[in-house]
Antibody, heavy 118, light 109 residues
Framework: QVQLVQSGSELKKPGASVKVSCKAS????????MNWVRQAPGQGLEWMGY????????TYAQGFTGRFVFSLDTSVSTAYLQISSLEAEDTAVYYC???????????WGQGTLVTVSS | QTVVTQEPSLTVSPGGTVTLTCASS?????????PNWFQQKPGQAPRALIY???NKHSWTPARFSGSLLGGKAALTLSGVQPEDEAEYYC?????????FGGGTKLTVL
């Protein structure tokens, strides 16, 4: 069955970087794009963008350019989200979510809590 | 900036029927916006329920249905169960970008 398993919680200081992983199993990794979604504490969902797992080409939503980088390692079926120059406002749960053949965001990882605090 | 609007909260009695809506600041919602609906319970990841207006995933309970209603996307729950208490999010597509609604907190009381 399709599984997206994300890396564990992170506690980082302002100005540091973090890399969140999303390991896929149960399907051919390069067949479906991977989205990233942010959820700040007590807030709603926010689409950050996606990466084509075929080409590796990322697309970033408004507000997620510059400090946010999507990448892949297809040899281990894993997508990554790296955030640099962390700010307190980056404190959130970050989800990866896979598209389907005829749908989007059909499968979700369990989420990774990133806390930015001095 | 495009805004997707949902009812902040709704309350329904067990066994009842409730409709949640999803409006776009750009005008009427059509299937071309590929409306999606998600359910999220506290401490859990969102779960996909409906895609492209009215299509159900294999795991979506039959009591959930999606439609277009009065220029909005709609999610109807018929025969509501206590376990349906959750936050519900809609998602619309705009020329290469996805925008989530603010969410509806559904209380079953």
């Amino acid at each position: 069955q399709v599984q997206l398993v994300q890396s564990g919680s992170e506690l980082k200081k302002p100005g540091a970087s973090v890399k969140v992983s999303c390991k896929a199993s149960g399907y051919t990794f390069t067949n479906y794009a991977m989205n990233w979604v942010r959820q700040a504490p007590g807030q709603g969902l926010e689409w950050m963008g996606y990466i084509s797992t075929k080409s590796g080409n990322p697309t970033y939503a408004q507000g997620f350019t510059g400090r946010f980088v999507f990448s892949l390692d297809t040899s281990v079926s894993t997508a990554y989200l790296q955030i640099s120059s962390l700010e307190a406002e980056d404190t959130a749960v970050y989800y990866c979510a896979r598209d389907c053949t005829s749908c989007h965001f059909g499968y979700w990882g369990q989420g990774t809590l990133v806390t930015v605090s001095s | 900036q495009t805004v997707v609007t949902q009812e902040p909260s709704l309350t329904v009695s067990p066994g009842g029927t409730v409709t949640l809506t999803c409006a776009s600041s750009t005008g009427a919602v059509t299937s071309g916006y590929y409306p999606n609906w998600f359910q999220q319970k506290p401490g859990q990841a969102p779960r996909a329920l409906i895609y492209t207006t009215s299509n159900k995933h294999s795991w979506t309970p039959a009591r959930f249905s999606g439609s277009l209603l009065g220029g909005k996307a709609a999610l109807t729950l018929s025969g509501v169960q206590p376990e349906d208490e959750a936050e519900y999010y809609c998602l619309l597509y705009y020329n290469g970008a996805w925008v989530f609604g603010g969410g509806t907190k559904l209380t079953v009381l």
